[in-house]
């Protein structure tokens, strides 16, 4: 699913957030990635989420060089890949409802499937009960429920996320693992940037560490 | 399709509506731009209306000398029914222009009773077709016509009315160019109030953009935002263009009476106030798309 070969990303030429990192994501593996601050774990997300270029090296995605996608094509990229974000990145001004179907909309699904489709996922996480409140009247927590019913309603092939339990306190960061572990056994790919230690040793699956910009532990 | 112009038009509202203190700036800004080159179109269509109705009635006068005799009569109406400008000359003695005086200017009768003779001069009255000849082909008759023999003056409306019609075009040309400033005022100011929009909303453009909204998608609220300004700013100077016309034309129409027949004075056919409109919002519509063009941007 996701293949990592000599990437390098560098800023100003000199200072470098990774250095020749190598990886390799199967289909429908569960992935920590984990190292401390600055290691280049978000920096790696955001090379794979096309915010970002490397300076060099390969990046495959889904048979995807994410080098060689023009502006265009990057759009497309994005809505086949799922991402949740510690800050959850909800529009303020949407319900809860809103903010999950507007993934769907931006693929132009029809209304009524839109309407069924965001039902269905939020009830998953368990916030249909909410889909009418807005973000600020959200717990932490739910807000990142809904951060990921709105990665998974278009039912990508892969899920990205950045500390997702970054915000949240343990109890809730488990709760949050076990969506993520729940959406991998229905077979989707899932890559979690995280610093928690903790949590990686409870969920228990293969971690990658970076350190300094350089794959420390592969596993 | 439909469901994605929808989106736009209900996300742009929605922006204008939240940034209504600004808007109201762009929105005035291509009201007054509006509202010029409307006011440019009455007055320049009633100008033209006026001219041509004069223009219709251009007369090439020509005097002939109380000596001039059959033949140099002759000579010159024959040189005036050769010329394919001239669709029709009306011979006036002295006698007829004299009574003509004295029944057009009733006050100064009297005086030309005590005149020992008739001081009129008989003439030739040509009328001229109003588009039928250059005006240089009809100052080479005029010249000529002044140097035949028994011909006293020639006098020939028509240079006036050109030189009428060159100042009039001077004056709307002048207010095209001021009208394409004030275009180039709202079209810079739209762009700037959807920026400041787009600033306002920046964490909801970047969230669209990292869940792969297409830049359409991202993009064509601010544009609908551009247009609303636009059509909204149209509208208003057309009502207060409306509004100004309705309280001046009573007076205008009793100024204009003694001058000249201004006839009814009209207001922008339905045509001409859709153009605007349109007009208007193409300018609100290239402002937003600067603007969007230039801050959301994929990455």
Known sequence: MIDIDGLSRRYGGAISALDDVTLHVGRGEFVFLTGPSGAGKSTLLRILIGQEVPTSGRVVVDGKDLSALKPADIQRYRRTVGFVFQDFKLVPRKTVFEN???????????????????????????????????????????????????????????????????????DLAIEIMDLFRDMNAGGTTVLVATHDRELIRRVGRRTVALDHGRIARPA | MIGG??????????????GRGASILSLLTIAIAVFVLGLLLIVGGHARRTIDQWSRSAELSVYLADGATPDERSAVERALRAEPAVIGIDVVSKAQALARFRRDFPDLAPATAQAPDNPFPASFEVRLG?????????????????????????????????????LGEFVRWVGFGLTAILVLAAALTVTNVVRLSMHARRDEIE?????????????????????IQGG????????????????????LSAMAAGLFDLGAIRFLSWTAMAGLVAGAMAVGCLGGLVAAWRTARPR
């Open chain 2, 207 to 227: 969230i669209m953009t990292l869940v792969g909204a297409p830049m359409a998608f991202i993009r064509g609220p601010f544009v609908c935002e551009g247009m």
């Open chain 1, 100 to 170: 999950v179907m507007f993934a769907l909309r931006i693929l132009g699904v029809p209304d009524v499937q839109q309407r069924r489709k965001t039902f269905q996922v939020l009830k998953w996480v368990g916030l249909q009960h909410r889909a009418t409140a807005y973000p600020i009247e959200l717990s932490g927590g739910e807000q990142q429920r809904v951060a990921i019913a709105r990665a998974l309603v278009n039912e990508p092939v892969l899920v990205l996320a950045d500390e997702p339990t970054g915000n949240l306190d343990p």
């Open chain 2, 5 to 18: 112009l929808t989106y736009f038009v209900d996300e742009g509202w929605t922006s204008f509506w939240r």
């Open chain 2, 232 to 251: 909204l700013g149209a509208v208003l100077a057309l009502g207060a263009l409306y509004a100004g016309m309705a309280l001046a034309a009573p007076h």
């Open chain 2, 130 to 166: 109003a588009s039928s000849a250059s005006g240089a082909a009809l100052d080479r008759l005029a010249a000529r016509l002044a140097t035949m023999p028994g011909v006293a003056d020639v006098r020939f409306d028509r240079r006036w009315l050109d030189r009428l019609v060159s």
